[in-house]
């Protein structure tokens, strides 16, 4: 158990919809990712949050938008969905802002799929 | 443009075998290489992580080397396992303070009976 939890672990939605993720970080971890994995493709950086504040950004579409809450907790909001989005989504988490030398913790993702 | 890549795609072996996963990358500057496992569904799961001044690291079964020179990294498995069946995922941290990871594609083993 990495002790990151994300809610829910299964979505099934509409195209045009808009959904809400949820990921509780481990214990004592201040910086959360979130990443994107679509059908046998590897992981893509989506956004990164440290103590409350966006980090660094990766390939993430206007259409989606995160945020840190004081708890340290993070939700990541896709809006307008299309078939395209349809992916796991995972949450990870690390102790040092920039990553450097503590691993990544991942959640076990949540499933997405528009149809 | 920041890239790894990793090889061979897919990987079959026989319960008991070893096996060695490669990855290269062009990533600067560099900070430090990690090896995660991925079961199927499942989030990643750290194996290892070396910095630039490690060549090798060890855990249990999996050895992972690393040739800052030449930009390659493997990941080898002694003694293979039904359960390591599984993606593992080559990822090298970018930036000055490694804030920056960039994922490989996995490569995808399965050990057979």
């Known amino acids: 158990d990495s002790g990151v939890t994300q809610t829910p672990k299964h979505l099934i939605t509409a195209t045009g919809q808009r959904v809400t993720l949820r990921c509780s970080p481990r214990?004592?971890?201040?910086?959360v990712y979130w990443y994107q994995q679509s059908l046998d493709q590897g992981l893509q950086f989506l956004i990164q949050?440290?103590?409350?504040?966006?980090?660094a950004k990766g390939n993430i579409l206007e259409r989606f938008s995160a945020q840190q809450f004081p708890d340290l907790h993070s939700e990541l909001n896709l809006s307008s969905l299309e078939l395209g989005d349809s992916a796991l989504y995972f949450c990870?988490?690390?102790?040092?802002?920039?990553?450097?030398?503590?691993?990544?913790?991942f959640g076990n993702g949540t499933r997405l799929t528009v149809t | 443009k920041n890239q790894v890549e990793q090889s061979p795609q897919s990987l079959i072996i026989l319960e008991g075998k070893n096996c060695t996963l490669q990855?290269?990358?062009?990533?600067?500057?560099?900070?430090?290489l990690r090896w995660y496992k991925q079961d199927t569904g499942r989030g990643p799961v750290s194996l290892t992580i070396?910095?630039?001044?490690?060549n090798t690291k060890s855990n249990g079964r999996y050895t992972a080397t690393l040739d800052a020179d030449t930009k390659q990294s493997s990941l080898h498995i002694t003694a293979s396992q039904l359960s390591d069946s599984a993606s593992y995922i080559c990822?090298?941290?970018?930036?000055?303070?490694?804030?920056?990871?960039?994922f490989g594609p996995g490569t995808r083993l399965s050990v057979l009976p």
């Open positions: 990870a988490s690390s102790v040092e802002g920039q990553g450097a030398g503590s691993p990544l913790h």
């Open positions: 214990s004592g971890d201040l910086s």
């Open positions: 949050y440290y103590n409350g504040e966006e980090r």
């Open positions: 990855c290269n990358y062009t990533v600067s500057p560099f900070s430090n």
């Open positions: 070396m910095t630039f001044s490690e």
């Open positions: 990822v090298v941290s970018a930036g000055n303070y490694g804030q920056n990871f960039v």
